[in-house]
């Protein structure tokens, strides 16, 4: 006769062999579906407004206003050529194109997008991506006035844009926040102006601007402010400057995505672009 001891029965193989297959399996669909990460970008790929959706978010678009405002759109090398046609049909009457980042890198679609937009009729110009922790603020002047930055009195072409930003490849503030990097930017601005007699324009964040400069007021005199903010208006701006001369409100606009506003009508434009 069978004697049974007491105790747990002993679990069966084939409901173990089963759990742990199923665990694996688990693990395995979770590595094949798990959201990929995003890779962190090239040097050369950072554009106007790179880091406004990620720091400072999107809180609508303009409301009506009485003040006069020319609309406006900024380009790099992502849109590749452009359809400038299309643009100028839909009311878009000065541009801005991408010619340099740091010393390293110019736009391949330059000659497209600055000079396509001119001969549909715009009032174009070029900016430069800034990386403060590459090269000296002088150094990168010179490159971006060698590689497409310059200017010239025709009526047509608008004064160079410092694009000083969020930091894509790192640090925000580049490792060089308040006096350091406002004497970077001093660099920049007065290599510039002695190399093309103009002052260029500066675009910027109100919260990357206080976060990295201190909030100085030492340029609000002086160069005109082209403000980045998604939103129904342009917001508080950096210290030193009562109103901005261009506003970059969207980055998902029609045809392009980054559309701007010049405060003013044509007729302001093209008084920037004759000094």
């Given at each position: 006769?069978?004697?049974?001891?007491?105790?747990?029965?002993?679990?069966?193989?084939?409901?173990?062999?089963?759990?742990?297959?199923?665990?694996a399996l688990s693990l395995?669909?979770?590595?094949?579906?798990?959201?990929?990460?995003?890779?962190?970008?090239?040097?050369?790929?950072?554009?106007?407004?790179?880091?406004v959706l990620?720091?400072?978010?999107?809180?609508?678009?303009?409301?009506?206003?009485?003040?006069?405002?020319?609309?406006?759109?900024?380009?790099?090398?992502?849109?590749?050529?452009?359809?400038?046609?299309?643009?100028w049909n839909s009311g878009v009457r000065w541009a801005y194109t991408k010619a340099t980042e740091g010393t390293y890198y110019t736009n391949p679609s330059f000659a497209q997008q600055y000079n396509g937009s001119y001969n549909v009729g715009m009032i174009?110009?070029?900016?430069?991506?800034?990386?403060?922790?590459?090269?000296?603020?002088?150094?990168?002047?010179?490159?971006f006035v060698d590689h497409g930055g310059g200017w010239s009195r025709d009526g047509r072409t608008l004064p160079g844009v410092l694009d000083i930003e969020w930091n894509p490849y790192g640090d925000a503030c580049y490792g060089m926040a308040g006096a350091a990097m406002t004497n970077w930017i001093a660099d920049f601005l007065n290599t510039y102006r002695a190399r093309t007699g103009r002052d260029a324009v500066i675009y910027t964040a109100t919260s990357w601007w206080t976060q990295c400069t201190g909030n100085t007021a030492a340029f609000g005199a002086t160069y005109p402010l082209w403000i980045a903010r998604y939103a129904?208006?342009?917001?508080?701006?950096?210290?030193?400057?009562?109103?901005?001369t261009m506003w970059q409100y969207t980055s998902s606009g029609p045809t392009v995505g980054d559309h701007d506003k010049f405060n003013g009508a044509l007729d302001r434009v093209q008084a920037l672009a004759n000094g």
């Open positions: 006769m069978p004697v049974h001891r007491p105790g747990p029965a002993r679990p069966r193989t084939s409901a173990v062999l089963v759990t742990a297959l199923l665990g395995v669909l979770g590595v094949l579906f798990a959201a990929p990460a995003q890779a962190a970008p090239h040097r050369g790929d950072a554009y106007l407004g790179m880091g990620s720091h400072d978010g999107r809180s609508g678009t303009p409301a009506g206003t009485r003040a006069a405002q020319t609309e406006g759109v900024d380009v790099s090398g992502h849109q590749g050529n452009v359809d400038w046609a299309t643009l174009r110009g070029a900016y430069h991506f800034a990386t403060p922790d590459t090269t000296s603020g002088a150094a990168q002047a010179n490159y129904t208006a342009p917001g508080t701006l950096p210290a030193g400057w009562g109103v901005q």
